[in-house]
Nanobody, 115 residues
Framework: QVRLVESGGGLVQAGESLRLSCAASGSIFSPNSMGWYRQAPGKQRELVATITTTGSTNYADSVKGRFAISRDNAKNTVLLQMSSLKPEDTGVYYC?????????WGQGTQVTVSS
């Protein structure tokens, strides 16, 4: 059984920073990809950033240059450092882990950016 637990969400003002973390536990195999997706009210869930066990990253165009994803393979954790936050970054942020065709999601953490 794989479990993902996110933390670090909250309410911030535009221009401020926030860091999200996700810890994965259970039977996790490598190689794998961990990442963050978000869902704003009334919108579909969308990619924010992903990172593989080898450190290859992928970012949504809307967050490039503002967000940075990193991971600790030994601890199965992934971090998302968010800077210069905008109101349009508001949403529920979900941690995702995928390997060998399996897909796991965390419960989500709310990020609200006020203008």
């Amino acid at each position: 059984q794989v479990r993902l637990v996110e933390s670090g969400g909250g309410l911030v003002q535009a221009g401020e920073s926030l860091r999200l973390s996700c810890a994965a536990s259970g039977s996790i195999f490598s190689p794998n990809s961990m990442g963050w997706y978000r869902q704003a009210p009334g919108k579909q869930r969308e990619l924010v950033a992903t990172i593989t066990t080898t450190g290859s990253t992928n970012y949504a165009d809307s967050v490039k240059g503002r967000f940075a994803i990193s991971r600790d393979n030994a601890k199965n954790t992934v971090l998302l450092q968010m800077s210069s936050l905008k109101p349009e970054d508001t949403g529920v942020y979900y941690c995702r882990l995928t390997f060998y065709g399996r897909l796991y999601w965390g419960q989500g953490t709310q990020v609200t950016v006020s203008s």
